[in-house]
């Protein structure tokens, strides 16, 4: 059974900082890319950040680049998304995201498999 666990979400003021983590385990594939993406109270999720199979690729939303940053830990199964420089529009529940078959790394169905989200609140 595939389980994606993310953890690291929280109340911050803005400006601050959170690092997120995400913890894969039960994918048939040794490698995979992954992703975040967020979903704010009204809204679509959206895309947030990508890291290709290998780790030498990374991916961001406008929104984010240059604020953001993801990771894979030396632990392949692990990803990290560390976030700077916060903004209360940053606020929303964050979702991990494998890619084990599917290709693509911006849209939700570019992913096989989605973890339950973790709160992210930045208050101004």
């Known amino acids: 059974q595939v389980q994606l666990v993310e953890s690291g979400g929280g109340l911050v003021q803005a400006g601050g900082s959170l690092r997120l983590s995400c913890a894969a385990s039960?994918?048939?594939?040794?490698?995979?890319?992954m992703g975040w993406f967020r979903q704010a109270p009204g809204k679509e999720r959206e895309f947030v950040a990508a890291?290709?199979?290998?780790?030498?690729?990374?991916y961001y939303s406008d929104s984010v680049k240059g604020r953001f940053t993801i990771s894979r830990g030396n632990a392949k199964n692990t990803v990290f998304l560390q976030m700077n420089s916060l903004k209360p529009e940053d606020t929303a529940v964050y979702y991990c995201?494998?890619?084990?078959?599917?290709?693509?790394?911006?849209?939700?169905?570019?992913?096989?498999?989605w973890g339950q989200g973790t709160q992210v609140t930045v208050s101004s």
């Open positions: 995201a494998a890619q084990e078959w599917r290709n693509g790394w911006g849209a939700e169905d570019s992913y096989d498999h």
């Open positions: 890291i290709s199979r290998s780790g030498g690729s990374t």
């Open positions: 039960g994918l048939t594939r040794g490698n995979y890319a």
